[in-house]
């Protein structure tokens, strides 16, 4: 096997088995069993709502389960590999062929990839890590009537709520701005807004 | 209700002893700006000239912070108002003097009673700066902008006395995050125009 471009590492043995075993497949069932990898792909968190659509998968169409999931491990190693590495479609053909997938199958499956690849991509930009993400901003604002000290005051006041998201928590700062300091805040945040448009 | 008590304003003519004019000025704003639990140390260091006893320094001290505090609180503004706190027989050119000392302090003691007045934690200061994330271990080559935002927030002055707490913390924006945050402020401006055109 040559260079292979979503991986640098060996491939498991398995995976030259799973392939053939793949090509087996008519092109309807082939077409189904990635529409439901695809569907996994990009809402990673319906494990279960997956692994139902492959057992009936499964049952539909006479095979067992246990095979089905190894075909179905072997499989993903490619898309999750191609994700990381910005791979084009013609790269995700290239290496399905390398591995033993047939070429129908394999332009097949780089055809799903190029149509899925801005979504799975944003999704795994979403999953980079972010220090102390900003989650929410409440706010509000009202007038200081008088305290101890001054019997009347009349004075704006801001407040603001920020769920900031540290590790695996959200904790709640509170913050209080002057009038001045708000409309300072809100010239800088354009500013940031600016800068960042220019990167984009 | 009487800006002091009888003994109180006894109390001030102390005041006639003081070496200077400046004395008593340097007096009143030590006075005003103490907190209630500070004047006798307060006392203790400022009138040895002034008084016969420490108990006589402790009641000028305690009467010049709450006739200062009196005036501040009720934003008195205009002479003849402060002038009409002191009773009759009160001494004529002490009366003008701390009338004068007074006016002439009244913003500032304003503004620093403002600035102690309790709060939720302040924001003192904010600094930010834009990173372009080129590499992570979900993608191994990208170009994301990302923004840092250190807001420097005080504990409530009050609870800290002299040495206010002040903590940063550092918060990261995405671009949409941003774009939402903004979309807030616009608005929170928008309603804060409403508010002052009314």
């Known amino acids: 096997m040559g260079l292979l471009n979503f991986t640098r590492d060996p491939v498991p043995e398995a995976v030259s088995g799973d392939m053939h075993n793949l090509n087996q497949l008519s092109a309807q069932q082939f077409s189904e069993l990635t529409e439901v990898l695809f569907r996994f792909l990009t809402e990673p968190k319906e494990v279960e709502r997956f692994l139902a659509q492959l057992s009936d998968f499964a049952t539909m169409n006479k095979i067992s389960l246990g095979p089905l999931k190894n075909i179905v491990k072997s499989i993903l190693l490619v898309p999750n590999g191609a994700l990381k590495r910005n791979l084009s479609s013609e790269q995700v053909k290239a290496d399905f062929i390398a591995l033993g997938l047939s070429e129908e199958k394999a332009s097949y499956f780089a055809e799903q990839w190029k149509v899925n690849s801005p979504t799975l991509t944003r999704l795994a930009v979403g999953q980079t890590l972010m220090i102390n993400q900003l989650i929410d901003m409440e706010w509000k604002f009202g007038v200081t009537a008088g305290s101890s000290e001054l019997e009347k005051v009349g004075s704006i006041f801001l407040q603001l709520k920020l769920v900031i998201k540290k590790g695996s928590q959200l904790e709640n700062v509170y913050v209080e701005l002057t009038l001045p300091q708000f409309y300072s805040f809100l010239h800088e945040m354009e500013r940031v807004k600016t800068s960042l448009e220019s990167f984009s | ?198």
């Open chain 2, 1 to 198: 209700m009487a800006a002091l008590r009888e003994e109180e304003f006894a109390a001030l003519q102390s005041l006639l002893k003081a070496p200077s004019k400046d004395a008593v000025r340097q007096l009143c704003q030590e006075c005003f700006s103490s907190p209630p639990a500070a004047l006798r140390p307060l006392a203790q260091r400022a009138c040895p000239g002034l008084a016969a006893d420490p108990e006589e320094a402790e009641q000028l001290v305690s009467a010049l912070h709450n006739l200062t505090r009196h005036v501040v609180y009720r934003g008195l503004t205009r002479a003849e108002d402060i002038l009409s706190l002191f009773p009759e027989n009160f001494h004529q050119n002490l009366k003008n003097l701390l009338t004068k000392i007074i006016l002439e302090n009244i913003s500032a003691w304003r503004n620093e009673a403002q600035a102690s007045q309790i709060s939720l934690p302040r924001l003192v200061d904010m600094d930010w700066r834009v990173d372009i994330k080129t590499s992570s271990d979900s993608i191994i080559r990208m170009a994301v902008p990302t923004c840092l935002l250190q807001l420097k927030i005080q504990e409530d002055a009050a609870l800290c006395g002299n040495n206010p707490v002040v903590s940063a913390l550092t918060v990261e924006l995405s671009k949409e995050t941003l774009d939402t945050m903004l979309e807030g402020l616009g608005r929170i401006r928008d309603q804060l125009s409403a508010v002052a055109n009314k």
